[in-house]
């Protein structure tokens, strides 16, 4: 669909949980400065997965969890006044 989303929304990954691989997508209604991070349990990041300017519309990024510990993991978007934090859990 080429229609501009209407609101900023942060699905949740899938598979979850994953291993070692999981999708993460999300939408933009306008042009927005979008940062992506995940986070161990304890707070601390893990990694980065999106850091741009990106036009309003839908988005997926991956993520490799491969080297990290099984357990529960977080990810978080910031776009503009936009933050959400969602859960998602890496099995090996």
């Known amino acids: 669909s080429l229609e501009v989303p209407d609101k ?6 899938y598979p979850n949980p994953f291993n070692p691989n999981t999708v993460i ?10 940062v992506i991070k995940v986070y161990d349990v304890q707070g601390k ?7 741009e300017r990106m036009q309003a519309g ?3 990024t ?6 990290l510990n099984s357990g529960v993991y977080f990810y978080q ?16």
């Not at 991956?62 to 080297?67: K, L």
């Open 58 to 60: 839908g988005y997926e």
């Open 45 to 51: 990041e893990v990694r980065t997965l999106v850091n």
């Open 77 to 92: 978007m910031r776009a503009g006044d936009f933050r959400e934090t969602r859960k998602m859990f890496l099995i090996k």
């Open 62 to 67: 991956r993520f490799d969890g491969a080297g």
């Open 25 to 34: 997508r999300y939408q933009l209604p306008v042009v927005s400065n979008v």
């Open 8 to 13: 900023y929304l942060l699905h949740q990954n």
